[in-house]
């Protein structure tokens, strides 16, 4: 069993950062893909940005990239979402999955992400 506890959620105005944390308790051993996932009122779960918990492999959507960094701390089990020129439209709750099999072909795709965090909010003002 694994649990995953996200943090960093905040409210900013737009150009504001943000950086989100999720860390990874219990049977976590193996390189793992963790995926940040978001999803605003009224739209579907949408992908972020993926990373292997080795930090080795990252991978975002179009409408982040030069803007969010992914990274891992490996020995503290902990992935991080640095969100850099935040808009309006980033505004969603964000949450973190992982999944224990290591599927990085398949890391757009929420259905693989066994384990999920309770989300944490962010909020850009205009």
């Known amino acids: 069993q694994v649990q995953l506890v996200e943090s960093g959620g905040d409210l900013v105005q737009a150009g504001g950062s943000l950086r989100l944390s999720c860390t990874a308790s219990?049977?976590?051993?193996?390189?793992?893909?963790m995926g940040w996932f978001r999803q605003a009122p009224g739209k579907e779960r949408e992908f972020v940005a993926a990373?292997?918990?080795?930090?080795?492999?990252?991978y975002y959507r179009n409408s982040v990239k030069g803007r969010f960094t992914a990274s891992s701390d490996n020995a503290k089990k902990t992935v991080y979402l640095e969100m850099n020129g935040l808009k309006p439209e980033d505004t969603a709750v964000y949450h973190c999955?992982?999944?224990?099999?290591?599927?990085?072909?398949?890391?757009?795709?929420?259905?693989?992400?066994?384990?999920w965090g309770q989300g944490t909010q962010v909020t850009v003002s205009s």
């Open positions: 990373i292997t918990l080795s930090g080795t492999n990252t």
């Open positions: 999955g992982l999944d224990p099999r290591g599927r990085w072909g398949e890391r757009t795709d929420s259905r693989i992400y066994y384990y």
């Open positions: 219990g049977r976590t051993n193996g390189n793992y893909v």
